[in-house]
Structures are given as structure tokens and as C-alpha cells.
């Protein structure tokens, strides 16, 4: 990146790094920015993308009701679809497919027939509850790399819900509750999709059903769940599966399963000894992120002839891409994907209002 005055880096010819995030200077708008800025155009509605306070936002429309949830009714937000090209000044702005949530894009920007792509979050593993990645040929690609290292490799995703189904049978059959934490946006619903609810009751945390809600509201088909909190009949939990996020994890909240396995979904399960740090019963290695090879199947489609790479092990794929002899770059961000540190959850309520949704970072 060349460095220019007040702190305004060019990444390439259509973007900007400026102290509130990336910034399109012919199109006046920022991408994912950090702080409030005029026009931000968001690729997903994780938190550590769509930050509050901004006049007005744009979106993909598959991802608007969940953005509008997180953001707040009186949020100012456009919804585009999958593809349609909006002319913003003097570029050529459209959302395409991103694979990593509902309504999750790839920011592409065209001016002067140069084509830059910014991936936000992606995922390359099959998921039934938003569109497949889109790979897109562009001359610039800014891609993320939260799991940027060889060793992150993911397991299919029917082996990984096969061990969840597995691991559910085995609790009940000690009369025990499957409680399995995973992020409340994305996740949860992936996983829900993929559960037989043949196989016992499903219950949520408060912040998992909302926004259920959102994902049913814009079509996708998930088994029916019930709050916990709304559940009288206490004998159900002893053969339930009980989707939470990982902040739901503290005694008040896990009090109400005294017979209990705590299971965790995350990409970093991959790791041993992530397992052991958050000290669960069983990890499962599931990832709503691109695995490496997965990362770069989705650079080398792009075609692109300088990549930049911003969030997780940005300085190993950068150093990757330059011996295969490619251009290429980190784009420094103020945030960092990993969700398993910070709560990503309000208090356990639903329906409720977004007084006191305090969601953090991205997950993983
Ligand atoms: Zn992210
Ligand atoms: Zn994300």
C-alpha cells in the first residue's frame, strides 16, 4: 500500500484504507467501516462488519432483515439483490454471493474497466441456509483470511453433523442435555438445518430464536425450535439438543441443565488446544470461514493480479501468494474474527427489543 497524508493509504486504484475502514474515494462510500461514516455498504451483518451509527447503509437483500436486527428499525438501510448494478457516481457498485451467512456479499466495484472485489467473510463449504459463494474474475481481490494457514482444513459438513447427531443419541441415553454453543447468527442456523428433529426436542438461547425469526422470514427452512425460556415441562431438557451462544456459558444461564454436555462449534476446534481452553465436553471442527484450501481455490478464481488480505493470519497468506508470484498485500483492520473471547449475545429474552444486544465480534 502507498502511504499518503492524514492517514489515507491507497490499497489499490478503487479503495482507501482511512482511519474509519476502507473507503471507495470515486464512489463516496465506505465498505464494512468501523466508525459511522455517510454511506457504508456492508457485506454481512456480523459485528465486527456492521457497525452502528452510520447515516445510511447498504446491503444485499437476502441479508437485510437480519442487518435491520442487529442495527436497529430506525436503521436507514437499501437492500440490493444478488447481482443488480447499482451506479454509485462514477462506479459500478454490485452484491454478489459470499457463502458465509444469510445475505453474506462480495462488494464488487467497477470503474474505467477495473474491477475490484471485496470478499468480506467467505465459505466455500456447502450450507442450505444462504447462496453459494459466487467466484468473481477481477483485477483486484481483497480477501479475508481467518483461518490462513494449512493446517485449517475443515471436515465435510455431513461427517461433522453426523458426530453432533451422535453425541446428542449418547447424552440421552444417560438422560443428559446436548448443549452446543455456537455463534448466534450463521451458525446456529447451519446447524439447525442440518439436525433430524426426529431425534429429540430442539431448544434455543433468546438470541439464537431471534434471529431464527430473520432466517425463516426470508424463506430458509430450519426445524421448529422453542426458546428454553419458555419451557415448562423441565423433563424435555433431559434428552434436548439446546442451541446458545458461546457467552450463555455462565452458571446463571446453564443452571437450568443440571445433567448437561457442553459441546462447542467453531472452526478453532480444529486446534487442541483451543478445545481445552474453553474446557467443553466436545468440540466439533465447523467453520462458517473458508478453510485454506478453500481460500485459495476462491483468490485463484478470482483471476486477480494483486490480492490484498486483511483479518486472522494475514501475513502468512501474503507471504504464500508472493513466492507463487502474485501481488500481494495486508490490509491492516482494527478488527479480528475470532468470536470465541468476546459475548456475542444479549441477555436470554425472546421476542425482545435491541435494548441490550451487545453483540461482538465476528465468529468463527
Ligand atoms: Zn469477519
Ligand atoms: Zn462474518
Not at 453432533?164 to 438445518?193: D, M, P
Amino acid at each position: 500500500m502507498k502511504r499518503r497524508p492524514g492517514n489515507i493509504a491507497a490499497v489499490n486504484a478503487l479503495l482507501e484504507l482511512t482511519p474509519d475502514g476502507l473507503y471507495c474515494p470515486a464512489g463516496d462510500f465506505h465498505i464494512d467501516p468501523w466508525r459511522p461514516v455517510r454511506r457504508a455498504v456492508i457485506t454481512h451483518a456480523h459485528a465486527d462488519h456492521a457497525r452502528p451509527g452510520s447515516r445510511s447503509y447498504l446491503c444485499a437483500r437476502d441479508g437485510e432483515g437480519v442487518l435491520r436486527t442487529r442495527l436497529g428499525d430506525k436503521t436507514a438501510i437499501d437492500a440490493l439483490a444478488y447481482g443488480a448494478v447499482l451506479t454509485v457516481d462514477s462506479v459500478r457498485l454490485s452484491l454478489h454471493p459470499a457463502g458465509h451467512i444469510l445475505g453474506s456479499s462480495q462488494v464488487r466495484i467497477e470503474k474505467g474497466g477495473r474491477i475490484c472485489v471485496v470478499s468480506g467473510d467467505t465459505k466455500t463449504a456447502a450450507d442450505p441456509t444462504c447462496r453459494p459463494l459466487e467466484p468473481i474474475r477481477c483485477h483486484d481481490y481483497i480477501s479475508e483470511s481467518t483461518f490462513g494457514l494449512p493446517i485449517f482444513k475443515w471436515p465435510s459438513t455431513a461427517q461433522v453433523l453426523d458426530e453432533i447427531h451422535a453425541w446428542w443419541r449418547e447424552n440421552q441415553s444417560q438422560g443428559c442435555t446436548s448443549v452446543l454453543f455456537a455463534y448466534s447468527l450463521g451458525k446456529a442456523q447451519r446447524i439447525l438445518a442440518g439436525l433430524d428433529p426426529s431425534t429429540g426436542p430442539i431448544f434455543t438461547h433468546g438470541a439464537v430464536e431471534k434471529i431464527n425469526q430473520c432466517y425463516r422470514d426470508a424463506g430458509v427452512v430450519l426445524p421448529a425450535t422453542r426458546h428454553v425460556g419458555g419451557v415448562a415441562e423441565k423433563r424435555l431438557f433431559r434428552e434436548a439438543m439446546v442451541i446458545a451462544p458461546p457467552s450463555a456459558d455462565a452458571p446463571a444461564w446453564m443452571r437450568r441443565f443440571p445433567n448437561r454436555s457442553r459441546g462447542f462449534a467453531s472452526g478453532w476446534m480444529r486446534i487442541r488446544g483451543n478445545r481445552r481452553r474453553r474446557v467443553v465436553d466436545r468440540g466439533f471442527v465447523l467453520s462458517d470461514h473458508s478453510d485454506w484450501d478453500g481460500l485459495w481455490a476462491t483468490i485463484a478464481a478470482s483471476g486477480a493480479d494483486h490480492v490484498g488480505i486483511t483479518h486472522g493470519y494475514a501475513d502468512e497468506m501474503v507471504r504464500c501468494l508472493r513466492e507463487k508470484g502474485l501481488g500481494a498485500s495486508v490490509v491492516p483492520t482494527r478488527y479480528e474474527g475470532e468470536a470465541d473471547a468476546s459475548p456475542d449475545a444479549g441477555p436470554d429474552t425472546f421476542p425482545d427489543t435491541h435494548s441490550g444486544e451487545a453483540p461482538g465480534g465476528d465468529d468463527a
